[in-house]
């Protein structure tokens, strides 16, 4: 446990609170098991997303820095945050001001016109994710784990801004949540595109960029036959889940692919229960892929040829020399 | 070269508005951004273009250039830039460049962003209902028969407030957001 | 003491000093200071003429002290020192001050800065030339033996041309085998002729060589001495083979049923035994017993090379060997390594079968290779009818390595061709910047577009297995933007090699502490000089040559090794050489024996005599660091050249304050610190 007090100040964002009340609910559920104390930020307001900084930057890093600034006054030095644009916008602002001196103090300013301050480097910002896997550790996990997701094959999906450009796993192909997975008992998929985009804000502005991005995740998750896709942020999770349907409409595919958060996983391992993990809000129905849970799970297609087959040549190990 | 106010050439200006943007001077060329770029054939310009167009001067191209706008945030660009060149960050500076000086084309993505801070700065929240709703009607109102449709799930399964929520202490963020506005003008960009 | 005459010679380097700093006001100025009785400036003092003026002051003005205001020592104090023995001043009365790297490279913003700092490095100098002492380098016999590390052709083109000149070479090899990279590869570059052809004989010249002592599977553990007499502890790892008795016949490694990839020779491609020889021309012939895989060493049974072995010469119980030589010049040419390109997880190597690297490639159309040259996907049978060759991984790369690796381009234009020729491939090329810049390497490009190579300029963002389109299903894409086109392209392809970097050997850092030379932040040795003295390094009578230096190809790596034995040679031809009289002296009358000096001199230099109760330095094994200096609590020894007066005369001259004009004034004598 990293945090003193182990305590976290909690910034939930706005999707927590509407699209992605699932996320919220799973999250606070399994954070209880884990015994890991969350402190909501009193009257935090919206990071901005991705579409403050586009149109005027000042007051895009002041609207994040009101949160830093009100973070900062709890006993705690850390800050969480589950969505993971949140986290960027509340970590890129931490950072750039840490980074260019002028805009510390220009931000500085206009915070004081609502009496507020905030030194960049107080606060440690943070996923969800990271701090579920570096605080509480695979094993701590392994131990809550009652019902182990045995038989479902998962896809693990990061997303963008998790892993970029704030690097907690490799940018490229990130492995911490396969392994947390893999600890709930779940087949993880090889899924190459477990970290390109989902689209984000591009479903509301061009649907032509966006349907076609989301349908090379759901195509590649399909072809290394997942049952359910994992996601550590709202945005994908909408992207996904939302606009399946007309995904599928526009490209003629039948895809069916459950899209859950990484925290109902892990409820479900723990045993509780669907509903109180919000599942049922889903668009696209996880039901009938849980049902797996227990049965004997499906071959894993073989993409490499094995050591010894008679005329293959060795194949390279994964590990980096 | 051509030369902005204060007699900083465009690039000046850009790299100056971009923390870690000095590194484009070191731009090699290579494609990695474009050829990274998810939205990449969407771009009338690859993210490599533009950069060699900024250092040419070409200021009205570049701002007037559709790729800042087609930029999904995903960063790849930049963590596999070789020589470290904040990209993703550059289309934001690019983005605000242009807002600044009325040169984007595609209206689309600036409405969208604008409904979207509207919501924020009435609420200090994003409220997606709100959102959906304003942009799709000034944009595309056939389209909010299949987003109504969507919507309408959404709101079954308990996912779409039908009522925006507001922070308590509006005042104070206005306050700091009017502040900053105030020294944003201040500056050129 | 008798009045002291110093001469102040301020050179401007050019434009390289007076461009920054006013060197007529400094000379000017350094006239002022005490004891000088001529100051001058002039365009370059390193020049015959410049040479000529100091000659002539110090034989007309009878001067006793020579301060040399320009570069740094390290450039040109040899030069001044030359021409203060010409004129019959003692050498070591003359001081340099660098006024270059310290003041007008450094300062160049700020000439009124630079030429104050000019001016407190001129009056720290005058002063410390005040309290120098004249000095007599010792001489010592350079012993004939030159010691080469590495086994590579770089190393072996130094131990063959000194060994043909009649001298003795003892080259230590890491590997079973001399060889190096070299050895695995098929073809070189740009005239396409066979690799083993032309170094197997060199490699057999090494082997038989009536002047070359061969200790491979060896490494050097310790070194010690200077220039004309280094010792260096070798220690001979146990190959577990009786190589008197041993004939390399193979029955040993035919019957062992031991088998593990070979990461080294075949580079991951291809399996070997536990008892093995890495390749059929290996120079010595005879084979080695990998401990970590041999099964008898790891459960206990087998002994299968024993009991086939026709001579006996499977010898279980050998012991690593210590071997302590005596040699006078040591050539390094400790190679590279290869960039691991699983550091790029979007090129796929390690997950997608399909991708290999550029030595895997070179044993795959090696004929002696794991595939007998034959051109297939990694199931061993399937030819590709396309394939990308992606260049700069890992090079060019902040990520990585910054620097261009040399020689990929053109090895890439080479596997373009050894495709073509073998499966008709279509190849695509993806590259930054073509590099094709020595003699016949254009030409070799031109050859190479005419064959119909696909050139694609574009650094490749990824390498994907995830078909988006129809087309790309059971295909590598390579997804690329193609920066003539200024599109995004998505090439499939059946097989892609990844031209990987060079990179310096994994313990480079450690060979540079062991052999007490400089290293590159990215771990390359360093080099006297870049241009000028490009093999010799800052330790006197250590060379360097090859990969080890920097990225580098076969024919750069063979002129580096000539360069290295024709330096080495021109020291043994003199016999004898100079060594710096600079060294630490212990005044016995006050040592209280307390060793402490002993344990902390990283040379061993300081031994303790017993029947007087004191320590002694042997001038031999000192350096001259300063080491015990500072560390002796009697403050009784001395560093020659460097004595506690000079060194406070050097600080007291640099904190001069230079701007009130006379210069005389120096700062208040510090004040105790009270200690809470």
Redo the contacts between chains.
Sequence with gaps: MTAPNGQYAYYPGCSLKASASAYERSAMAVLERLELRFVEIDDWNCCGATEYFSLNRLPAYSLVARNLALAAAQPTHELVAPCSACYLNLRKTDDHMRQEPKLKEQVNRALAAGGLHYEPGTLRVRHLLDVIIDDVGYEAIAAKVTRPLAGLRVAPYYGCLVVRPFESDDPEYPTHMDRLLEVLGATVVDFPMKAHCCGGHMTQISEDTAFELIRRILHNAAAYQADVIVTVCPMCQLNLDAYQGNVNRRFGTAFNLPVLYFTQMMGLAFGLQPEALGIGSELVPAQAALNKIGQVPAETPRHTPKRRDKDALPMPSRQRR | MPEGPNGRTFYQRVVQATPGGKSLAQCLQCGSCGGSCPSGPDMDHSPRQLFAMIMAGMEDEVLSSNTPWHCVSCYYCTVRCPQQIPITDLMYTLKQMAIARGKYRESGHVDFSNSFIGMVERFGRSFELGLATRYHLTHNPLKMVSKGTLGLQMMVKGRLSPLPESIRNMPQLTAILTEAKRIAAQQEV | MTEERVGVYVCHCGHNIAGTVDVEAVAQWAQTLPYVAVARDYRFMCSSLGQELIEKDIKELGLTRVVVAACSPHMHEPTFRGVSARAGLNPYLMEMANIREHASWVHRDDMAAATDKAKALVAGAVRRALELKPLEPFKAAIKETTLVVGGGIAGITAALEIANAGYPVVMVEREPSIGGHMAQLDKTFPTLDCSACILTPKMFDVGTHPNITLLTYSEVEQVDGYVGNFTVRVRKKARKINTDVCTGCGDCWSRCPAKV?DEVFEA????RTAVYRPFPQAVPKYPVIDVESCIYFQKGTCRACEKFCPTGAISFDQEDEVIVLSVGNIVLATGYKTF?P?????YG?????NVF?SM?FER?VNAAG??GGKV?L????TTPKSVGIIH?VGS????FNRYCSATCCMAALKFSHLVKERTNAEVYQFY??MRASFKDYEEFYVRILDEGAHMV??????V?????QPGEEGKLII?????LI???RRIPVDMVILMVGMEPQEDAVEISHLFGIGCSTAGFFTERHPKLDPVATMTDGIFICGACQGPKDIPESVGQGAATAARVLSLIGQKEVEIEPIRAQIDESRCSGCRVCNTMCPYSAIDYIEELGVSRVNPALCKGCGTCVAACPSQVITGQHFTYEAIMAQIEGLLYDVRSGNGHKTVAEPQPVEVA
Excluded: S
């Design positions: 990839v991951g491609l291809g399996y691991d699983r550091q790029i997880p979007q190597y390690g997950r997608l079968a690297t895997e795959m794991p595939t297939v990694r199931d061993g049978v700069c060019r790369d902040h990520r930054i910047d300029r574009g650094r490749v963002a990824e994907t297995d995830a078909a988006r997804q690329v933007e193609d920066t200024g599109r995004q």
